[in-house]
DNA sequence: CCTTGACTTGAAGTTGACTTCAACTTCTAG
DNA sequence: CTAGAAGTTGAAGTCAACTTCAAGTCAAGG
């Protein structure tokens, strides 16, 4: 498969995937004069870097779960730990949206006066609440997977 | 306050302090020659924006829930779309997070066997894990809240 | 032959939330 | 008075994960 082949099925553009390339997550096995043939395990390994995101890993963290032969090696205590971690996080968002959502309906008529709001204040200040995790921003609208194309 | 008062209380250093004033997050009531003189209610403010980014809210967004009198002036839709928004990421990361520890419990020999994880390659591979949004790192270790502190 | 379009490269730009730096001013203690 | 700690500034640097750019290569079609 050709770079533009590889993009159309997965979704992920043709910059990602030679950046990919330089840092080392996946690898073209082969060149035809200038261009990248990807072999079709490329799409699995596509498949692993996206549920490493999903999971919060890092680029090098996922590529080091990555054995150079292609198959995932993973860790299963990190797995574990990464779960561990995940339903932490799970739980102080968890506790946010009830707030939130408490604030939203709340009758006071300023904030200021809503207990459950005021708790919350206190938790955040008090630094129970870690910041900086970001919700996909619409200003940065992606492409998404293409669905097979027939048109062309 | 002084600045590193309020640093001290909050445990946010002084230099974010300053490049929240610079963005308008936080006002400095007055000066005492150069110095920032704080109003103890700046101590709510950084409340405010802990809770806010907890929130998954930019620091510009942030700020347009603050009116400049300092009271926080909070629409409530977009109070209760934010914590939808929070759900549905719950959501996702229950899934993933139920996926991990499936998998790090999975008795086949790799995981390209085990069911579970392939279930969870398929929906990454699909998109319907959506990428970044960063745990904490802890290459990033941060000052944690200090505890009032009797020595000063 | 020559254009067009898909691909190649390394380098530089982007974004958000900060931090770090250099150079400078002030306050306080000795 | 003087040192040093702590404050000030604007500018530049950092980090991650990409994207964008300029400039170049290559195959195919008219």
Same mark, same amino acid.
């Given at each position: 498969?050709?770079?533009?082949?590889?993009?159309?099925?997965?979704?992920?553009?043709?910059? !990602?995937? /030679?950046? &990919?390339?330089?840092?080392?997550?996946? %690898?073209? +096995?082969? /060149?035809?004069?200038?261009?990248?043939?990807?072999? @079709?395990?490329?799409?699995?390994?596509?498949?692993?870097?996206?549920?490493?995101?999903?999971?919060?890993?890092?680029?090098?963290?996922?590529?080091?779960?990555?054995?150079?032969?292609?198959?995932?090696?993973?860790? $299963?205590?990190? +797995?574990? %730990?990464?779960?561990?971690?995940?339903?932490? +996080?799970?739980? $102080?968002?968890?506790?946010? @949206? &009830?707030? +939130? $959502?408490?604030?939203?309906?709340?009758?006071?008529?300023?904030?200021?006066?809503?207990?459950?709001?005021?708790?919350?204040?206190?938790?955040?200040? @008090?630094?129970?609440?870690?910041? /900086?995790?970001?919700?996909? !921003?619409?200003?940065?609208?992606?492409?998404?997977? %293409?669905?097979?194309? !027939?048109? @062309?």
């Amino acid at each position: 498969m050709d770079i533009a082949e590889v993009a159309k099925q997965t979704g992920v553009p043709a910059s !990602t995937l /030679r950046f &990919y390339e330089k840092k080392g997550l996946i %690898a073209s +096995l082969s /060149r035809e004069g200038l261009r990248r043939r990807f072999a @079709s395990s490329v799409l699995d390994e596509l498949a692993l870097i996206s549920l490493g995101q999903a999971a919060g890993l890092s680029l090098d963290e996922i590529r080091s779960m990555i054995l150079p032969g292609g198959a995932p090696n993973i860790d $299963r205590s990190l +797995l574990a %730990a990464k779960a561990d971690e995940l339903d932490a +996080l799970i739980g $102080r968002l968890t506790a946010v @949206s &009830y707030g +939130l $959502r408490h604030a939203a309906d709340c009758p006071a008529p300023s904030h200021a006066e809503c207990p459950t709001f005021q708790k919350l204040l206190k938790a955040a200040a @008090s630094g129970a609440l870690e910041r /900086r995790w970001q919700t996909p !921003t619409d200003k940065a609208p992606r492409k998404r997977a %293409a669905k097979p194309d !027939t048109s @062309s």
